[in-house]
């Protein structure tokens, strides 16, 4: 007679360390409300290209174009605030 072991399990590790981020929210918001010189518009552009690597496989290229799509937000949130800023001064100079 042969016993089974019912006490079997099957584990599945996923790592979520090598799935890079898409910054595709924060492209999103940055195209709508803070696109200045197009910024938030190309980084949105590179958000897709990063979320299509994803989907193929590619972690690499994934990371490369998200990292793009990251610094140009940054850049499109330094350009927008520091442009307000200063509109906010030029009208308040202003009679």
Do not use: H
């Not at 949105?44 to 990063?50: A, D, E, I, L």
């Not at 174009?65 to 200063?86: D, G, H």
Request: charge should be positive; aromatic fraction near 10%; proline fraction near 1%.
């Amino acid at each position: 007679m042969v016993k089974e072991d019912s006490s079997r399990s099957t584990v599945i590790n996923i790592n979520s360390n090598n799935v890079p981020k898409d910054y595709i929210t924060w492209s999103t918001f940055n195209t709508v409300f803070m696109n200045s010189c197009c910024l938030g518009f190309i980084a949105y552009v590179f958000s897709v290209k990063s979320r299509d690597r994803k989907m193929v496989g590619d972690v690499t290229g994934a990371q490369d174009y998200a990292t793009t799509a990251k610094r140009l937000n940054i850049s499109a949130v330094i350009v927008s605030v520091i442009s307000f800023i200063l509109i906010i001064i030029v009208l308040s100079q202003q009679k």
